[in-house]
């Protein structure tokens, strides 16, 4: 059985490579590249896999989950410039693609120990735009 | 691997006939759907693709270029145009959102290549909402 927690953080970012000159990266990602950066308010869905315990009737402890990805997730992201405050967005570029992966890495050690597996991340930039990621395997 | 969604937006009308039914018959299958001159809806499709993440763009997909392919093989088509009326396929084929939905993929997929000439990202689904709760999909599989 699949349970999905959605939260949200607002957040400032600018699509630039570091290694591609300046037209080079307005030609890559438009008016995501302008250099003093833009914002977006964030939700994330955040996805985990698991058989309800017989017991208790839950896959999870929801309140263990929503303190996790607190924890790890809105108070790192919520409110920042995530090119200059939240590695690895100093060398990475913050696209919702590679915020979905770092999402996943920075919540995949810490599932087990609320119940049940990471199954996905999903990221919504805009009410038009969302990714999906599924971890390396997937 | 990630899969990015965008969403798009159409208005159109449709009338749900069967040419090869009789008009009580069409009454019947197709109910208010088959009332004489139609009616309309706002779609919402989202298209998804799958792919890695490119090492210089950091993105699995231009979402650039598939506005530009939704754009010029979907809502240039379809929008603010009355289905039944002046879209080859439909001519021969019941408008409903599954026939819509299969087409739309096909005209996706058969663009596809040149929208996006290298081995990724893949088309992978269309899904269509006719309204909030009328909801049909087509995947890659199906």
Redesign the interface.
């Known amino acids: 059985m699949l349970i999905t927690k959605r939260v949200e953080f607002s957040a400032s970012h600018v699509c630039r490579n570091p290694l591609l000159n300046d037209r080079e990266n307005e030609e890559l990602f438009g008016a995501a590249a302008n250099k003093h950066g833009h914002g977006h308010n964030y939700t994330i869905d955040v996805t985990v896999e698991g058989d309800p315990d017989p017991v208790t009737g839950m896959v999870l402890d929801l309140k263990k989950l929503k303190d996790v990805v607190n924890r790890e997730v809105i108070q790192t992201y919520d409110h920042r410039f995530l090119n200059y405050e939240v590695p690895p967005f100093d060398h990475v570029v913050p696209t919702a693609e590679n915020i979905a992966i770092d999402i996943w890495n920075r919540l995949a050690p810490h599932i087990a120990q609320v119940g049940g597996q990471l199954q996905g991340i999903r990221v919504h930039e805009t009410n038009d735009l969302y990714v999906d990621y599924f971890g390396e395997t997937a | 691997?990630?899969?990015?969604?965008?969403?798009?937006r159409f208005s159109a009308s449709h009338r749900l006939h069967a040419a090869a039914l009789s008009e009580s018959e069409n009454a019947e299958l197709f109910g208010k759907c088959n009332n004489p001159y139609g009616h309309g809806h706002n779609y919402q499709i989202e298209v998804s693709a799958r792919g890695p993440?490119d090492d210089?763009?950091?993105?699995?997909l231009?979402?650039?270029t598939l506005d530009h392919l939704v754009r010029e093989q979907v809502l240039e088509p379809f929008d603010h145009q009355n289905l039944n009326e002046g879209i080859t396929i439909f001519e021969d084929l019941v408008p409903t959102t599954e026939n819509l939905a299969r087409e739309i993929y096909r005209r996706l997929a058969v663009n596809w290549q040149s929208a996006f000439p290298g081995q990724w990202p893949v088309l992978e689904k269309v899904r269509i909402a006719e309204t909030p709760r009328n909801i049909f999909e087509v995947s890659e599989h199906a």
Do not use: E, L, Q
């Not at chain 2, 691997?1 to 798009?8: Q, S």
């Not at chain 2, 210089?56 to 699995?60: D, F, H, L, N, Q």
């Open positions: 691997m990630i899969r990015v969604t965008r969403t798009y993440v210089r763009s950091g993105r699995a231009d979402p650039r």
